[in-house]
């Protein structure tokens, strides 16, 4: 398969990234608009790395607590058990539930972790040029989007149960400090899978010149090349 | 799929026909789709348009079925738990509620916004489109509208919340015996709708009602 092609930011043209219409961008007039939806165009998502790292840095920090802070207290007359998210996987995978056991060890900490690294790996690949299978990374790209949500999962399953089983006497269930970390960890790695720019990826098959302007939209200085780039006019 | 021009064209001003790929920015020359098919670009293989067979009508008919479904779904509880005469009922407004009172304000609202408010959103802001472009209207502040729907699209989650009532009653059918409610049973019905709507509808016609300031934007 051939990976070079004629792409919009080589020809000058900007593709909204809200109403999609190609446009050209206005010269100098600073912040170019969208002609149709006046939506602010880029040709890249501006200074999409840096953002998006600094957000997929914050969900690793929290991934810690997230998993190892208690997610649901559950106490009855004859048990109490207080569970994290890997803990109450093996609990119900014990109880005989196993297919329920496998959906959440699949929602809760599998998709997480493999956003986490996806994400890493796609950012680290981009700022190194990379021109390795464009077309694989793209398609991961697609599926870090597609699976993030499923992990709200296990919030929506504490908060049901927490609001159900309030019967004082017989059994209480409470969500856990885990939970708030792990859903901020879900909303985190949401906003950076969004943040991130797919196009990136393509970059690298461009002529020069082009590849730098896009690299330099995404906040990322290309510092070897700038040196000897034309000046404009 | 669409096709692109040779390398090494240069082009003074972006045809109409022409789109850029969102997720690789290969330019493709647009083809005119058969109804039901959808255009593929050629590099990376993104999706770039379907051609939905009356996406307008049958689009305004499954809003307005589930936003029928929706309403029963928010109002009626969705299960109920029983165990030796003591026992214990919930809506979705409930649970929210619930997890409030329990100082949970951060998942409580997480869940409140994913659930409730974006879905309703959704649901009315999709009604003030398509009524008025049915009947041949361009309401105002659609630009802004599309913009805000296409934002809040990701976080409108209830296809999870479906599958956490079904893990939710897994995990209670061991120490109590079950009541299903009514929103149960919408909650599906909204599950499958939202889904079907997220196929008939089709942004791309709706932005095809606004016209450009300028032909092509070029400001020269």
Redesign the interface.
Known sequence: MKYEGVTAASQGLCSCHVCGLLSRPAQNQGKAHCPRCSSRLHLRKHNCVGQCWALLIAAYILYLPANLLIMMETGSLISYRRDTIMSGVIYLWNSGSMGVASIVFVASILVPLFKLIALTYLLLTVQKKSRVKPGERTRLYRVVELVGRWSMLDIYVVTLLAALVQLHSMATVKAGPGAIFFGAVVVLTMFAAMRFDPRLIWDPFQNGETLAKCREEAGLPNLEQQQDAPAPQ | MLS????????A??PRT???C??????LREIDLAPGKSAVCC????TLYHNTTDSLYRTLALVTATVILFTIANIYP????E??G?????NLY???D??WD?E?H???S??FI??IVVPSLELAMLLYLLLPLKLGLVPPGL?LI??FL?GIK?WG?VE??M???L??L???T???SIIPGVALWSFGGVTLMMSAIAVTFN??DA?SH?????A?????
């Open positions: 692109t021009p040779r390398p090494g064209t240069k082009m001003r972006p022409y789109v850029a969102p997720e690789c920015d290969l330019l590099r990376c293989g993104a969705i299960i109920g738990i165990n030796q003591s026992g214990n009922v919930t409930g649970a929210v619930s997890l329990q949970m951060f998942i409580s997480l869940v994913t659930t630009a599309l913009r296409q990701p989650m999870v919340f599958l956490g009532i893990v939710a897994v995990k209670l061991d120490d109590f942004p791309r932005w606004l016209e450009c300031r300028t092509d934007g070029d400001q020269k």
